[in-house]
């Protein structure tokens, strides 16, 4: 089974750019459907976006995210990204990036495989 590490998260300001990696281990990320969630306090967790193992991507339609959020793959050394621009407080969240070789959801409960998270915190 492969596992995943999240980083890059950390501590910016409004306005300012980052890119999470998602790294994984054990298995070639190559096989499956890499998707980005993040969850704030008391908030359910949301999908962001997905890249499958074509390449092919789909984001969640709100505008504030598909606009803005960017996800990508290296196959080469086995990570897959997510760039995020124009960051705003209420991108305050811990992400997650989570992994399925069957399917390519929107859902949490379409992902076998989670890392455990890295905290993203926009001061404004």
């Known amino acids: 089974q492969v596992q995943l590490v999240e980083s890059g998260g950390g501590l910016v300001q409004a306005g300012d750019s980052l890119r999470l990696s998602c790294a994984g281990s054990?298995?070639?990320?190559?096989?499956?459907?890499v998707g980005w969630f993040r969850q704030a306090p008391g908030n359910e967790r949301e999908f962001l976006g997905v890249i499958s193992w074509t390449g092919a991507r789909k984001y969640n339609a709100n505008a504030h995210v598909k606009d803005r959020f960017t996800v990508s793959r290296d196959n080469a050394n086995n990570r897959v990204y997510l760039q995020m621009d124009r960051l705003s407080p209420e991108d305050t969240a811990v992400y997650y990036c989570?992994?399925?070789?069957?399917?390519?959801?929107?859902?949490?409960?379409?992902?076998?495989?989670w890392g455990q998270g890295t905290q993203v915190t926009v001061s404004s």
């Open positions: 054990r298995r070639s990320l190559r096989s499956y459907a």
């Open positions: 989570a992994a399925d070789d069957a399917r390519i959801g929107i859902e949490p409960d379409d992902y076998e495989y």
